[in-house]
């Protein structure tokens, strides 16, 4: 049986995908789930928002990078012109700003057939605040970067070398009114990466790598 691991940082971001999806999960702690769907076993976790609390959930657990998928799913803000908020992206870097991680080629494989997923050459730059500054947003979207989350970038550090999947959907454009764009796009937010999910789950079931 496939194993598939997937964390989001808030509940809000998780709970289409936990409560009205296809899949039934049953839950087996405040910010642990379990579920199975056709020949996979799933696990959602919830880790909390930002760079401390990424670390201290991974404090507390571990994982089998080798022989499990690995998926980040949430909500990011949009750096780059060429995107848009409200879609769905799978970017090829994760980047705390100075290093950067690129994703396993297997989850490229993954992606690649998605026509609603964004296949994207770009960085996803995780920050330890949110960001909401034009100026900075220009500086990083120069550097490749596309995306800003609080996440991805911590979450992949402490899976190396296993299959990760940074999927993104963007909610602000990392300026202006940032919080009230987050909160007014969530909903939204969360079914697009529920349906994603879906689509990326069945993949992973589908092709033989």
Do not use: H, W
């Amino acid at each position: 049986m496939k194993k598939i691991i997937i964390f989001f940082a808030l509940p809000n971001e998780a709970n289409n995908f936990l409560y009205r999806s296809k899949i039934k999960f049953s839950k087996i702690s405040s910010a642990a789930y379990n579920g199975e769907y056709k020949d996979a076993s799933i696990k959602v976790f919830i880790t909390g928002v930002g760079k401390s609390a990424v670390e201290n959930f991974f404090s507390n657990s571990s994982f089998d990078t080798e022989n499990s998928i690995f998926i980040k799913a949430g909500t990011c803000a949009v750096l780059d012109d060429d995107f848009d908020i409200l879609r769905r992206y799978v970017p090829l870097f994760i980047s705390d700003g100075d290093e950067v991680i690129a994703i396993d080629k297997k989850a490229e494989n993954y992606i690649k057939d998605q026509k609603k997923i964004t296949l994207a050459e770009k960085k996803v730059i995780s920050l330890e605040k949110a960001l909401n500054n034009k100026d900075l947003r220009q500086n990083y979207a120069k550097t490749d970067g596309a995306f800003v989350d609080m996440e991805c970038y911590y979450v992949a550090q402490n899976l190396s070398g296993a299959v990760f999947i940074p999927l993104l959907v963007g909610t602000d454009y990392g300026y202006g009114e940032v919080d009230s764009d987050f909160l007014n796009n969530l909903d939204a937010a969360s079914k697009l990466l529920s349906e994603s999910l879906i689509d990326i789950i069945e993949n992973i079931c589908e092709y033989k790598f």
